[in-house]
Structure formats: structure tokens, C-alpha cells
């Protein structure tokens, strides 16, 4: 006699709140060649180092040794890849040492790995607003409740933070303190001084997520975060591969203060063991047999065209009263459209039916929304192509011309 079938339990309650990520499912409905895509956060497939990094996987994979780099390895990640990223990190400013890295797969890792060390359900962690969409997932999924602090054009603003440390005692402040994902903003040396001064009197966690900060196009370098001697025990830097190699290595690492090292390691055995052994080899080969400086001075050239060519569009293509973010370096520009009941995600539709697309601002946002927002990334087109996605972009945005 067959029994009555009885339904596989649900999905873990931790899911309830996350939504999956408006970007990624964006990027699916936008794969189409004549979309002039604006939505992505991607580097530009062009300018990868295609040759180095299949000469690096077969220089690695042609030794003697090339055998270990497909067995299992440490948890810590690859050495020679660690002392190599240690020391650009320390020639940029940052001293670092190899055993202060933890190679994640990808920095996102990076930020679950935190999460899973750092947070227990119900912490509290504060975030600038907007903020990057895949943190707040991250944070969301951990249980966490996060609590916002503003911010303006130079970045997160201490005054707010200060406010929201002693109201709300968060555990952890997480921050993309250089041309941040989604605004392009830079927090100033300034503020840097003052958020690592009100960590460490608050006695919290500061995440430095950097992805972004090699890219750096006009202007001096702002030393980072983690370089504040205030902060130095407390703040988490976060570096990847991503933006200055390729995106599909899935390589980052972790910068931690000493004593964090061992849950780090914890929650990266239990999360995957390593990161490949294969991909990390071959990272470190690509770095040790690439001028790297001329490799992103390569990006640099080329992004700051092409922001240039976004800079040059946006008065005709946004409406009169707008305002929008011009970016130091990195990847986005962050528009705000004016009037009151704005909806930019009312206008993708329209966009995508001209062949152009945007993200709306609103997922960024943990708190209130603010739905007259957009993300539009500049660094997958050339010029010209800009160029044409802007006056497409034009015609949505302001119709009467
Ligand atoms: C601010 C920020 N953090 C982390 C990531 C994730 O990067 P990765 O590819 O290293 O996982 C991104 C990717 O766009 C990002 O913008």
C-alpha cells in the first residue's frame, strides 16, 4: 500500500528575508548582443590578460610539481601567492605580511567567512547607505539586523555613525570605503581618521571591502582604512582578483588582524577547505611573470575613457535637476533623478525595449529606498557604444527631449 506523499520540509527560515540578487537576475534577462548594458558590475572582457593567465596555468601545470597543484591544500591558501599580494598591499601602503592573508574564493567569500566567524544571528551591523546589494545578502543570511548610516559625497558620514554606535551598538560597520559599489564615492583621508578613531572607542569590527581601489583614474591615492593606526586591530581589508585579473578565478583574500586568524580558518575549512590549488598556482605565476603596473595602467586608460565618455553623456541624458556621482576610479556612476514619485525600475521596461540598461537603486538600499536612483557601469563598453547607450538612455529618461 503506497503512503500518502508527504512534502520535503521547506527552505531554511534564515532565507525568509533574502531575495535574490535584482543584478543577477538582470544580467540574465539583458543577455542579448545589441543591449548596450550599463546594469553589470563586470570588468571588460577585452582587456583580460587572456595569454598571461593560459601561459601561468600551463607554466604551473608543466613542473615537476605541477601534480601538487591539483591535490588538496592549506586552508591559509597558496604561499607564494600570499607573499606576493602581501607585498603589493605593503608597496601601496598597507605593511602586510603573507600570514596575515587568508586567500578566500573570491572576496564575497570573504564577507560570508566574516559573517560566519564574526556575526551570531540577531547582531547587529551597520552599513552606509546605498551600499553593495551581495553584503547585504550576506549579512541577511547570517541572521544579522542591519542598521544604516548615511552618507554623502564624500562618503559615510561620522557624525551618523557615531549616532548609530551608540544607539543601535552594532558588532561590525561594513564599508567600500573606495569608489564604493553602487555611488563610485571615496571616503576621504579625513573621515577614514575619524571612522577608525570611533571604531576603536565603540569597540567594533570595521570591514574594508576593496575591490576597486587599484582602479584608480585622476587624483592621489587615500591610504587605506586598515592603515589607520587607531583601527589597526580591528579593521577586516578585503582585496580580489576580480577587477585588476578576471572575475572567474574567484580570487580574493582576507587581511585579518592576528586574532581573528583562527575562526577565519574555521569557517573557511568548514565553507570549502581551500580555495583551488590550481587557480591560486597559477595566480601567483601570473603575478611573478607580469608587469602588473603595466597591466593596470592598461585598465586604467581605457576605464578612464570610458567614464570620461559617461561623464560627457550624463548632462544630456539625465533630466534637468539630477544629480550624479563623478567617479575617482572604479567601475560606477550613481544618478538620482529628481521628482518626488520617481520609480527608475518602472522605467527598465522601457529602457530594455531600446536596447539599454541600468540597475535601479532601491535594492542597495537597507532602510527607506530611494527609488529615483540608478547604478550604470561604464567599464564594458568603448566609448562610442557609450556614447549610443546614453542618448538611448536619453530617450527614456527625459522623452520630451
Ligand atoms: C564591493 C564589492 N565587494 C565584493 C565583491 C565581490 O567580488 P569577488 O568577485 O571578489 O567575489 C564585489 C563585486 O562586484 C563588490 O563590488
Given amino acids: 500500500m503506497t503512503q500518502p506523499a508527504v512534502r520535503p520540509p521547506l527552505p531554511a527560515q534564515r532565507l525568509a528575508g533574502v531575495a535574490s540578487s535584482p543584478v543577477r537576475d538582470l544580467l540574465a534577462l539583458i543577455d542579448r548582443p545589441e543591449v548596450i548594458s550599463f546594469a553589470g558590475g563586470l570588468p571588460a572582457p577585452e582587456l583580460f590578460d587572456l595569454d598571461g593567465l593560459r601561459a601561468a596555468f600551463d607554466r ?14 592549506p586552508t591559509e591558501g597558496n604561499a607564494d601567492l600570499r607573499a606576493l599580494v602581501a607585498a603589493r598591499m605593503t608597496a601601496r601602503g598597507l605593511r602586510t605580511g603573507a600570514d596575515d592573508l587568508l586567500v578566500t574564493t573570491g572576496s564575497q567569500q570573504g564577507l560570508t567567512l566574516i559573517a560566519a566567524a564574526l556575526l551570531d544571528p540577531g547582531a547587529v551591523v551597520a552599513v552606509e547607505e546605498p551600499t553593495y546589494l551581495a553584503a547585504l545578502q550576506c549579512f541577511q543570511l547570517a541572521g544579522c539586523r542591519i542598521v544604516t548610516v548615511r552618507s554623502d559625497a564624500e562618503g559615510i558620514d561620522p557624525a551618523s555613525l557615531a549616532e548609530v554606535l551608540e544607539t543601535d551598538r552594532p558588532r561590525l560597520v561594513y564599508l567600500v570605503p573606495t569608489f564604493a559599489n553602487p555611488t563610485g564615492r571615496t571616503l576621504s583621508a579625513a573621515r577614514r581618521a575619524e571612522v577608525a578613531a570611533l571604531a576603536a572607542e565603540h569597540g567594533v569590527w570595521v570591514v574594508e571591502d576593496d575591490p576597486y581601489g587599484e582602479l584608480r583614474y585622476r587624483g592621489e591615492p587615500v591610504p587605506a582604512l586598515a592603515a589607520q593606526p587607531a583601527a589597526a586591530d580591528r579593521v577586516l581589508h578585503l582585496g580580489s582578483f576580480s577587477k585588476i ?10 587581511r585579518t ?3 581573528l586568524r583562527p575562526a577565519l580558518t574555521v569557517a573557511k575549512q568548514a565553507a570549502d577547505l581551500h580555495t583551488s590549488t590550481i587557480d591560486q598556482a597559477a595566480a601567483a605565476a601570473w603575478l611573478a611573470g607580469t608587469d602588473l603596473d603595466a597591466h593596470l595602467e592598461a585598465l586604467r586608460r581605457a576605464y578612464a575613457k570610458r567614464r570620461d565618455a559617461m561623464m560627457t553623456a550624463m548632462p544630456a541624458t539625465a533630466p534637468a535637476g539630477s544629480v550624479w556621482t563623478d567617479p575617482d576610479g572604479g567601475m560606477f556612476t550613481w544618478l ?29 538600499f537597507a532602510g527607506r529606498p530611494d527609488p529615483a536612483t540608478m547604478r550604470l557601469s561604464f567599464t564594458t563598453h568603448t566609448p562610442d557604444e557609450i556614447t549610443e ?3 538611448r538612455l536619453a530617450a527614456v529618461l527625459r522623452p520630451a527631449g
Fill in 257 to 259: 588582524p592576528a586574532t
Fill in 389 to 391: 547607450g546614453m542618448r
Fill in 336 to 364: 538620482r533623478v529628481p521628482g518626488r514619485a520617481v520609480d527608475t525600475a518602472a522605467l527598465l521596461p522601457a529602457a530594455l525595449a531600446r536596447d539599454v540598461a541600468f540597475v535601479p537603486g532601491a535594492p542597495f
Fill in 60 to 73: 604551473v601545470l608543466s613542473t615537476p610539481a605541477g601534480r601538487r597543484h591539483l591535490q588538496y591544500a
Fill in 245 to 254: 585579473a578576471a572575475p572567474g578565478l574567484r580570487l580574493g583574500w582576507v
